[in-house]
């Protein structure tokens, strides 16, 4: 998988300047296409990257436009475009479109080998394409493989420049896409996408190694734990931060794992998945570090039989109610303490009256026997409302079994 911005990097792409679309430069390139501006065209296909040669200044609107909305419905990736005029230049009208479609147009400087830069650019993208579908291939070996099937991937990891004497971190990014992205036509499978060719770029820039693929609809991520500790949190959330801005129509959260030896990375893993369940289950923070979970990792380590029974035992009672009567007090409870005990802003959350929660809070006591102003009740029915909840996502879909690499 290789971005537009990649393309901008290689050596023969030396002195090109991007005249459009700068903001679109994270698109997909899954091959190029080289020939003629009025021969290309209609052969070009979605995720190309259209390489046209033009003669002159450029020509005007009436010729620009029907291209460009020509090769945005095409969903093709960008457009290189060569002249042998200095003062080329397109419609101020071509270039808006471009912008507000962030569609990336760049012009290739005068003195190009266009049959090297095609090579180069398909020797690239065949190179990426191998590369990612090795370490997927890598990485499901390590998580799912015994250790003592593991010894030579650590010769195998070195290939990509990765070094298994360290101490390793998991990382799990898992990202949704917002419903105007939707609205508006943007594929959940295409930004993401963007976004790994996103991730990588943001740790190459500051080079760092990593091992990163597309795991099943998540990203994992393998980073040497030396190269960021302790400062791993810092790092991941300044990433989130520049993806957010780079591309507003996705919503990523994510977990990280303990550190751990070459031997224990699936520990590491599974802790990442923990992690980035509190990522998207306790509402309010994008980013949950296992190794500051407190309590919660203590808790966690207790077999879910004996946690489903501690839940049964404290809010079961309450459970029959919501389901004979409809009440929704388990989830109330839940928002309530979420809301650090504030009933107005709980009762926003769950968009009903005040009364109405502190009537449903008056109801949680006497059903549970548990008083909200009692620190040691209130701890008991905090933890059984969160246990349950992580139960209910775990049994909707574990994020420690075995997954598949989207292909």
Sequence with gaps: MVSCQEILYLQSMHGAKVIAGGKGLGRIVRWVHFGDLADAVPWVQPGELLVVKVSGRGDGRERWLPLLRFVLGKSVAGLLIYSDMEDFFLPAVVVALAEKENFPIVQLPEKIDLPELGQEISAHIVHQQNKRHFIGSFMEQL???????????????????????????????????FPEAAKAGNQ???????????????????????????????????????????????????????????????????GIGGSAEFSQIKES??????????????????????????????LLEIPQAKLQAY??????????????????????????????????????????????????????????????????????LQLAVLLAAQMKTIEARSLTEPLKQLS
Excluded at 211 to 228: E, I, N, R, Y
Excluded at 334 to 342: A, K, S, T
Aim: glycine letters at 4%; hydrophobic letters at 45%; one cysteine or more.
């Design 269 to 298: 893993y599974q802790q990442a998945g923990t992690a980035l369940w509190f990522a998207q289950t306790v509402r309010g923070e994008r980013l949950y570090d296992y190794e500051e979970l407190g309590i919660y990792k203590l």
């Design 188 to 254: 959940q499978l295409e930004l993401i996408r963007r976004a790994e060719s996103f991730v990588e770029d943001f740790f190459g820039q500051r080079c760092q190694p990593l091992l990163l693929t597309l795991w099943m609809d998540k990203l994992l991520l393998l980073l040497p734990a030396s190269v960021s500790e302790p400062n791993t949190g810092l790092l991941i959330r300044d990433m989130l931060k520049a993806i957010h801005q780079v591309f507003p129509g996705i919503n990523i959260v994510a």
């Design 311 to 380: 839940c049964d035992e404290i809010i079961g009672a309450l459970s029959r109610c919501d389901v004979k009567y409809k009440m929704d007090l388990v989830n109330s409870l839940f928002v309530y303490f979420e809301e650090n005990g504030n009933a107005v802003k709980a009762a926003q959350k769950l968009t009903v009256h005040r009364n109405t929660l502190e009537y449903r809070l008056r109801k949680i006591e006497e059903i549970s026997g548990k008083r909200l102003d009692n620190a040691y009740d209130r701890l008991m």
């Design 143 to 177: 998580l799912l493989k015994e250790a003592e099937e593991k010894i030579d991937f650590s010769r195998i990891a070195e290939l990509w420049g990765y070094d298994f004497s360290k101490h390793q971190r998991v990382v799990l990014l898992k990202a949704t896409i």
